[in-house]
């Protein structure tokens, strides 16, 4: 009971983690308003997305750069590399896993990895283990207890040759700088206008590229808690599952707070628990989830689609933007990133993608998404890490 109130608590502390943070992140969308205003047509949309590649502040880019640097820690110890290389050592270092996507996990066991890449492993999760791909379903297991996705990220990581000049901290030096290019460019065409317009383009500059990059340290904070509340969760799913009230202990997020309370007053849910399993199991099944539905049922994409007077050319397929740039090479559909096997410069095709999925950025060519706008936040990670995407691709 007191685990549960603990859950509870902690959750109900996610609520103050967005008026706290929100004021930091809003400030550089607003100077990025105010230099729009100020600069006129000196700042287009083209260099405005430039400005925004590479900012410094950013959790998820600077777990994936984390990520890659131990990747390259890993490189000069031989043993570490054939254990990256081995599906069965990341089987089995991953722990015992539930075939079902929402599991209770056994926690990552120490001591079944080389200890370079044990040591470095360890490290890693201690700081972003919280984090998960779907991460805010407290019903998913975190990289803490299944790190098989990160030992992915690795291996994939290790084919990349650091020489090629496409390491991801050698790209993203290179998109700082490039960024900061673009701000100093940008504030010699409005000083021929003005020179105190240009002052304040500059101020407003610095802060868009000071701030802006902490709009994911909500996500992560709130990720951290959800973390939390699962390990209380879990835990008094376990103990159900030995009074013999659940069949198993990853049941316990088939079930919501109220009814996990009456679970542990000996209320008998098994059956609650099927039913909603199934459910899930066949939404899991469903290939297109629409982000829109009017009053009536219908789809305003479909419909927009099966009326559309422009006939794309043959074999095309047609999108939204997201973020600029021309790449052939071949695709790779990737339906779950967990054990996703990219080749560095491939184009990753997803339906949609998450903070979970951002380590197979570092090394992919570009993005195509099948969900998800100009906003979204793999559209928004792309043009930061400057990588071409195209998403809201049926």
């Known amino acids: 009971v007191e685990r549960l109130e603990r859950a509870t608590a902690t959750l109900a502390d996610a609520f103050t983690i967005m008026p706290r943070v929100a004021p930091v992140f809003a400030a550089g969308f607003l100077m990025r308003a105010v230099a729009r205003r100020l600069a006129g047509p000196d700042l287009d949309d083209v260099a405005m997305d430039e400005i925004l590649r590479s900012l410094p502040h950013n959790s998820t880019t600077e777990m994936d750069l984390e990520l890659w640097a131990l990747a390259e820690r890993l490189r000069a110890d031989p043993a570490s590399v054939a254990a990256l290389r081995d599906p069965d050592a990341q089987e089995v270092a991953s722990g015992a896993v539930d075939a079902h996507p929402v599991a209770l996990v056994e926690p990552f066991r120490a001591g079944t990895l080389p200890p370079v890449l044990q040591d470095g492993l360890g490290d ?22 299944d790190p098989t996705h990160v030992l992915g990220a690795l291996g994939n990581y290790l084919r990349l040759d650091p020489a090629s000049g496409q390491a991801p901290d050698v790209r993203f030096a290179a998109g700082a700088r490039a960024a900061e290019g673009v701000v100093a460019a940008t504030v010699d065409r409005v000083r021929r206008r003005s020179r105190w317009r240009a002052r304040a383009v500059a101020l407003a500059l610095g802060r868009v590229r000071e701030l802006v990059g902490m709009r994911e340290t909500h996500k992560d904070h709130l990720v951290l808690l959800i973390a ?11 103990e159900l599952a030995e009074r013999n009230l659940l069949e198993a202990a990853g049941d316990m997020f088939f079930l919501d707070l109220r009814e996990a309370r009456s ?35 219908t ?7 099966s009326s559309a007077t422009v006939t794309p050319a043959d074999g095309a397929l047609v999108g939204t933007p997201a973020s600029a740039g021309t790449v052939t090479a071949p695709a790779r559909v990737v339906l779950d990133p967990v054990g996703a096997h990219l080749e560095p410069g491939e184009v990753l095709i997803a339906p949609s993608t998450d903070p979970g999925w951002t380590p197979l950025f570092l090394t992919a060519g570009a993005l195509v998404m099948e969900m998800g706008g100009a906003n979204s936040h793999g559209a928004v990670v792309a043009r930061e890490y400057g990588i071409p995407a195209v998403v809201g691709v049926p």
């Open 299 to 305: 789809e305003p994409e479909a419909l927009a689609t």
């Open 124 to 145: 890693f999760l201690r700081r972003y283990g919280h984090r998960a791909v779907a991460e805010i379903d407290l019903g998913m297991p975190r990289w803490s207890d």
């Open 228 to 238: 939390a509340a699962r390990r209380e969760v879990a835990a008094v799913g376990v």
């Open 263 to 297: 679970a542990l007053a000996g209320a008998d849910h098994r059956n609650l628990v099927a039913e909603r399993r199934a459910d899930y199991d066949r939404e899991l099944r469903r290939r297109h989830v629409p982000r829109i539905l009017l009053s009536d049922g």
